[in-house]
């Protein structure tokens, strides 16, 4: 089983800010099968990244991914207020289909 | 539009089953894998099971192997998750999700709450 491992746990940022997500993998991911995924309380997950960096319909453009092998980023270049909220990553390429524990982004 | 709506959900006793349901349109459901993805209260996502485009490979967690059964009827264009065994630590929402050619999760359902409990 791939265990993902993310940092930080919490990121307190303010609007405006720059956010970098950290995803380590226990063992190698091939990079077509890593995504990013958003979620708020009450809502459904969204995807943002998928392939490690291709972002998913509809995605806005300061959401990017990178990496590969065994460490992943995702990157939120300017934080609009609708992007506090908690986020995954998970590997979809071998079963267990894992996800990360998560990193929650709030306001500072 | 793709469009995902999970039902079935519920109270139940420790012991007892459950049969969640995932209608599906917007899409050709017959030609896409699916999946189940629970969030327990306070917790992160968790995986649950994930079934081919034509019912033949299935995957499920270790968590729920042997208890959990994931199906689906593309006459219906729907996707099922049989629970049976349930304990209280499955107390979760569940959503239903399509998998995208690439294999990501790319369209999620709302979810459909399970409470296991006495």
């Known amino acids: 089983e791939i265990v993902l491992t993310q940092s930080p746990g919490t990121l307190s940022l303010s609007p405006g800010d720059r956010a970098t997500l950290s995803c380590r993998a226990s063992q190698s991911v091939s990079s077509s099968f890593l995504g990013w995924y958003q979620k708020k309380p009450g809502q459904a997950p969204r995807l943002l990244i998928y392939?490690?960096?291709s972002r998913a319909t509809g995605i806005p453009d300061r959401f990017s991914g990178s990496g590969s092998g065994t460490d992943f980023t995702l990157t939120i270049s300017r934080l609009e207020p609708e992007d506090f909220a908690v986020y995954y990553c998970?590997?979809?390429?071998?079963?267990?289909?894992?996800f990360g524990p998560g990193t929650k982004v709030d306001i500072k | 539009e793709v469009h995902l709506l999970e039902s079935g959900g519920g109270l139940v006793q420790p012991g007892g089953s459950l049969r969640l349901s995932c209608a599906a349109s917007g899409f050709t459901f017959s030609s896409y894998s699916m999946s189940w993805v629970r969030q327990a209260p306070g917790k992160g996502l968790e995986w649950v099971s994930s079934?081919?485009?034509?019912?033949?490979?299935?995957y499920s967690a270790d968590s729920v192997q042997g208890r959990f059964t994931i199906s689906r009827d593309s006459s219906r264009d729907t996707l099922f998750l049989q629970m049976n065994a349930l304990r209280a630590d499955d107390t979760a929402v569940y959503y239903c999700a399509k998998r995208s050619n690439l294999g990501a999760f790319d369209y999620w359902g709302q979810g459909t709450p399970v409470t296991v409990s006495s």
């Open positions: 392939g490690a960096s």
């Open positions: 998970q590997q979809y390429g071998s079963s267990p289909f894992t």
């Open positions: 079934l081919s485009y034509n019912g033949v490979t299935t």
